[in-house]
């Protein structure tokens, strides 16, 4: 309901019950201010309170949870059910989950950590709070898990190795909840097998497909890159000569390095910088990845665009596939075909001809 608002009715059925003078007394807008407010951030308040007095209004929904950085917004709410409607709503704030330095958790360069298991892997998710500073880890035991109180004090004097500890059982917990106990105890194995208290085999698989070799090897970029360690090659060749990249324990500042099929077939433990790695075998690639994954995702885009458009001018689309590329054809007009050519590395798009022997091959 928000996208279909028209801006003009929003103005003049909403805008007369928001005060401009009260609004930029909220704490929100004053931390803005000191940076810049933009319009954009200014109408988060109304937005916000609109889509409560929506709710309200057609589903009856008469409270709203939010972090306590939501308070103004939320209240902004209530105020505008009460002025529209003459009723009462509420609103409840929950502390924000903040690090030591008093940023928001969850938030990381990849973006914030999901419950999800497509987003955020068991593995991961539990990696990401075995990973949480020092300073933060009895605060997350505290109010994120079910432990007994008296066991988490006892926590309290815990340092060095014993805060290690600690972590773990933060991690492991957390995991459990989220994901159910097997998966905690496989997350929990697969990073003790990178830290050298497990074994190898227990850490996450990549499978890397046979089509990715070339006479029978693969360069160490391409399997950082099919294994999702890096997400471009020009990023895993950096990672490489900067010595962030471990083969089996050892470190390889060689990214011309090659591994036949037989050393990927018996397993390979590559790990990238102090926190990622995988366990690299043969076999065909359960979710795939990598900029082959982008080019088919074009490909796609492409084909559908121009069904969409030869539909709208009355003409039928059809698919020739020949050994060297598919291409993509107008009919009845065949004499210039529009070819779009699967390349490795890009997509480009040319005019050609007919090609010779078009009969044999395979169309739909």
Not at 21 to 49: D, H, P, V, W
Not at 272 to 300: C, H, M, W, Y
Not at 304 to 315: D, M, N, Q, S, Y
Request: net charge neutral; proline share 3%; charged share 25%.
């Amino acid at each position: 309901w928000l996208l279909d608002l028209n801006y003009v009715e929003l103005l003049r059925e909403v805008g007369p019950h928001f005060s401009v003078n009260r609004m930029l007394t909220a704490e929100c807008y004053k931390q803005r201010m000191e940076r810049g407010l933009t319009f954009l951030e200014f109408n988060y308040m109304i937005m916000q309170s609109y889509d409560f007095y929506k709710l309200f209004q057609d589903y009856g929904c008469n409270l709203q949870f939010g972090g306590d950085d939501q308070w103004s917004n939320m209240l902004g709410g209530t105020e505008l059910i009460r002025r529209k409607l003459g009723k009462d709503a509420s609103a409840m704030t929950i502390t924000l989950l903040l690090n030591s330095e008093g940023k928001k958790m969850g938030k990381t360069e990849k973006g914030a950590v999901w419950l999800d298991p497509e987003k955020t892997s068991p593995f991961e998710f539990y990696q990401y709070w075995r990973n949480v500073a020092d300073a933060d880890v009895l605060k997350c035991i505290r109010m994120l898990t079910f432990l007994p109180l008296e066991q988490i004090d006892a926590m309290s004097d815990w340092e060095g190795s014993k805060l290690n500890e600690a972590k773990e059982i933060l991690a492991f917990e957390l995991t459990k909840l989220v994901h159910g106990e097997e998966e905690a105890v496989k997350a929990q194995a697969s990073a003790r097998a990178l830290f050298g208290a497990g074994n190898a085999e227990e850490a996450p698989e990549a499978p890397i497909s046979e089509d990715a070799f070339t006479d029978g090897s693969i360069d160490l970029i391409s399997i950082l890159v099919a294994a999702g360690l890096a997400p471009t090659r020009s990023e895993a060749r950096r990672n490489i000569e900067q010595g962030g990249v471990l083969v089996d324990g050892e470190k390889e500042t060689d990214f011309r390095k090659t591994y036949t099929k037989d050393q990927i077939a018996a397993g390979l433990v590559v790990k990238r910088g102090k926190k990622t790695f995988k366990n690299v075998v043969l076999g065909e690639r359960v979710q795939p990845t990598g900029n082959s994954d982008t080019i088919a995702i074009q490909a796609a885009a492409v084909l559908k665009a121009a069904a969409v458009f030869l539909a709208g001018k009355g003409e039928m689309l059809w698919i020739q596939t020949n050994v060297s590329s598919p291409i993509l054809r107008r009919q009845p007009s065949r004499a210039n075909a529009t070819a779009i050519r699967f390349l490795s590395s890009s997509i480009s798009f040319s005019s050609s001809a007919s090609p010779a022997g078009s009969g044999s091959a395979r169309s739909t």
